[in-house]
């Protein structure tokens, strides 16, 4: 039991809150359904921390602008959904090659285009790993309810400053507008983590080399190290690499988080863990597998759910191991099937049946249809 | 009036567009036969005795390899 | 190097990848002198996006966040307002400020943010071999108008007056003096100062739209055809002569944007400690 203020509040208003505690000082938004509130919660609180909200003119300008934020020393974020989430990819893809921590917020709503504005959707899966352009990595965090909101975006926070990259909290409607329960601890229980800043002298500072961690110090700007960060390929003092030199930071940026997983990839299971029938879900969906998961204890049926907390770098050895003993196993999403394909790739043993409940424009999937699915497909 | 010690060509950085000659109010350079590091041909400095350290070659060269060294008054430079 | 370059110089960087006898090198020196004047090399917080005159600050020895295309304005608002007393300067050219980045000049112009958008104005896009902008003149055979362009060109000036700059100059890269003069007025000025440069391409204008790819020639051509014009009223006349007006066009003093929303949020905080809450 955690200790703490508990509050009910909105998932939006969870992550804005965790945001604020974790030490965000720069928000920048624009108005985007199921995002809004978001940016909405930042401009009200912002000010009181002395802290500063901007409503941008695109969402260009606000993912763009934290990541400046970023370099000049100030923990940023932005908040939207998929519309705009297109719209950052390349300022993501900026981020990560100036490896500026800062966290984007996805609350996923129905697509393509324009979409369901006020309907939940799960579409995004991939483009939030590969949305940008190129070569690269980063971090995908799975909230499921208004606590996870709160968790997850902590988490955010501090992975953004440890590996120094943008970290997406990749929601949904549901997520976002869901109203319950959250305990807020007391900040003295919370670890929060800082960027590294050089300790060596601005002569000896090369800018883009890394420590044995696989991340460089970061400096703030008019601190006096007086570095050029540029959004090309670079070489370690941040001109444009060669060929060899672009190799090296482009596979360094990636393996600085990917060789590093086993500090933050999270997978939980729900349910009789020995079970033969596996659900894999993520986001609000993990909310209706483990309602159906009850029903089925309750009809004498042994399930679990697996829920993917961290989808991205995808945690395949977490997962394996989650789905261990699993004969069959169901993929439930919010899309025509995305993690579906991880899932494949990741469990290779043809005699284990793997097969996808989809349901997509806005329609929830019910628990009861989880246990219908089971029984129709069998 | 200021004359010029000399005018120094960074030859490093040199890259021939010869906008000193262009600006140079006073014939102070010639096209030259000497490349640079990165090939090109160079300027001359064909008539010191003209310059009159207006500094306009030294601010207006896009690579800022001029350097215009002024005489120091009545004392001969090393 | 000359003394200046030897003094902020990012050296490792040498040479200048400009071409011989582009503008941009003359653009570098004429800011360092300012810079070397006003002795604010340590607070300066240069950006820039895509493009040839977005390498410019690159060489100086300062802090530069250079972005994506189009985007050195956002990147520049999020380092004044992670620390205001930053002497945010952005470098932008008329395809990357005034085409993809059009929006975010507008937007910061509005805002009267505190910081100089120096857009260096080739009249064409020749980092990517000298394609038309919205800057280029009207007839112009281009890499992608080979038949003569169409289009009436922007005035990137009188947009960023009607935007809401608050200093706006055009100059060209012959006038040096001018140049550090007005880049220090702008630093100095409070609010969203504005200049734009009008600065020979002689590889690309140069051979595709001027005739020449001689340095010297399109130094010349910058000379005959931008008029230097001390009063801004008379811009139009040397407008309708078919030449560039050069000068100081506007310099007004509003209330800037990043001063006036931290005194606004710390009112509202003040009140909102003194009812003892913080909602």
């Known amino acids: ?378 | 009036m200021k004359s010029a010690e000399r005018i120094e060509i960074d030859r490093r950085y040199c890259k021939g567009c010869l906008l000193c000659q262009y600006v140079c109010k006073f014939e102070v350079f010639e096209p030259g036969q000497e490349r640079s590091a990165l090939d090109y041909r160079m300027p001359r400095v064909a008539k010191i005795e003209n310059c009159r350290v207006c500094g306009l070659c030294e601010t207006q060269c896009p690579d800022m390899v001029l350097t215009v060294v002024a005489k120091t008054e009545g004392k001969e430079n090393p | 190097m000359n003394p200046l370059g030897e003094k902020y110089l990012r050296k490792p960087f040498l040479p200048f990848l400009f071409c011989p006898g582009c503008g941009d090198g003359m653009i570098v020196q004429s800011f360092l002198q300012a810079v070397d004047d006003l002795g604010i090399i340590d607070d300066l917080a240069m950006t820039a996006g895509i493009g040839c005159s977005a390498w410019i600050p690159v060489y100086m020895h300062a802090d530069v966040l250079k972005v994506l295309h189009g985007r050195a304005i956002p990147a520049a608002i999020g380092l004044k307002a992670s620390r205001p007393s930053r002497k945010v300067v952005v470098f932008t050219g008329d395809g990357d400020g005034l085409a993809i980045g059009g929006l975010h000049l507008l937007h910061a112009a509005r805002r009267n943010i505190d910081m100089t958008v120096v857009i260096v104005n080739n009249q064409i896009y020749a980092m990517t071999g000298g394609q038309v902008a919205p800057s280029t003149g009207v007839g112009s055979r281009t890499q992608t108008t080979p038949y003569g362009n169409l289009e009436k060109p922007l005035d990137g000036c009188k947009i960023a007056v009607a935007a809401g700059a608050t200093m706006v100059s055009r100059w060209s890269t012959v006038h040096t003096k001018q140049l550090t003069r007005t880049f220090k007025k702008a630093i100095n000025h409070k609010g969203f100062s504005f200049i734009e440069i009008i600065s020979q391409c002689p590889v690309q204008t140069g051979r595709y739209i001027l005739g020449s790819g001689s340095p010297q020639f399109n130094l010349q051509w910058l000379k005959d055809n931008c008029v230097a014009a001390k009063d801004p009223s008379r811009w139009g006349e040397v407008e309708a002569e078919g030449k560039i007006p050069v000068g100081d066009l506007l310099q007004i003093e509003k209330p800037e944007f990043m001063e006036e929303v931290r005194r606004m949020n710390r009112k509202v905080k003040d009140e909102a400690e003194a009812k003892g809450g913080d909602r």
């Open chain 1, 1 to 378: 039991m955690k200790k703490g203020r508990i509050k009910v509040m909105l998932g939006n208003e969870a992550c804005a809150e965790a945001a604020l505690l974790a030490g965000c000082r720069f928000f920048a938004g624009y108005p985007i359904t199921p995002a809004t509130e978001i940016l909405e919660v930042m401009s009200r609180r912002l000010p009181l921390v002395d802290g500063l909200c901007l409503q941008m003119e695109d969402e260009i300008a606000a993912v763009v602008s934290i990541v400046g934020a970023s370099w000049g020393g100030t923990k940023s974020m932005t908040a939207t959904s998929g519309p705009g989430f297109c719209l950052m990819q390349e300022g993501i893809g900026l981020a990560v090659a100036v490896e500026a921590p800062c966290v984007i917020v996805n609350v996923q709503r129905g697509g393509p285009a324009s979409g369901q504005s006020t309907s939940t959707a799960q579409g995004d899966f991939y483009q939030a790993r590969y949305g940008s352009n190129g070569d690269y990595s980063l971090i995908v965090l799975c909230p499921s309810t208004a606590q996870e909101m709160f968790d997850h975006t902590i988490k955010a926070f501090n992975l953004s400053e440890r590996f120094r990259t943008p970290v997406i909290i990749l929601s949904d409607e549901v997520v976002g507008h869901i109203r319950e329960k959250v305990t807020i601890p007391d900040a003295d229980e919370l670890t929060f983590v800082q960027r590294k800043r050089p300790t060596v002298s601005i002569e000896e500072f090369i800018p883009f080399k890394a420590d044995a961690d696989g991340v460089p110090p970061m400096p703030d700007f008019n601190t006096g190290y007086k570095i050029p960060v540029i959004s090309q390929a670079k070489s370690l003092n941040g001109n444009r690499g060669n060929a060899k030199e672009a190799d090296e930071n482009i596979r360094r940026i990636v393996s600085k988080i990917e060789d590093h997983m086993d500090e933050f990839a999270e997978v939980l299971t729900y349910g009789d863990e020995k079970a033969e029938t596996a659900f894999v879900t993520f986001g609000s969906v993990c909310r209706a597998a483990r309602s159906a998961v009850d029903m089925g204890r309750e009809k004498g049926l042994a399930l679990r759910s697996v829920e993917v907390k961290t989808v991205w770098p995808f945690p395949d050895d977490l997962v394996r191991r989650a789905l261990a003993g699993a004969k069959r196993i169901v993929v439930a999403e919010m899309n025509l099937g995305m993690i579906q394909r991880e899932i494949e790739r990741v469990i290779r043993q043809p005699e284990i049946r793997i097969e996808l409940f989809s349901k997509i424009a806005g329609i929830y999937p019910q628990p009861q249809e989880f246990l219908r699915f089971l029984e129709e497909k069998r």
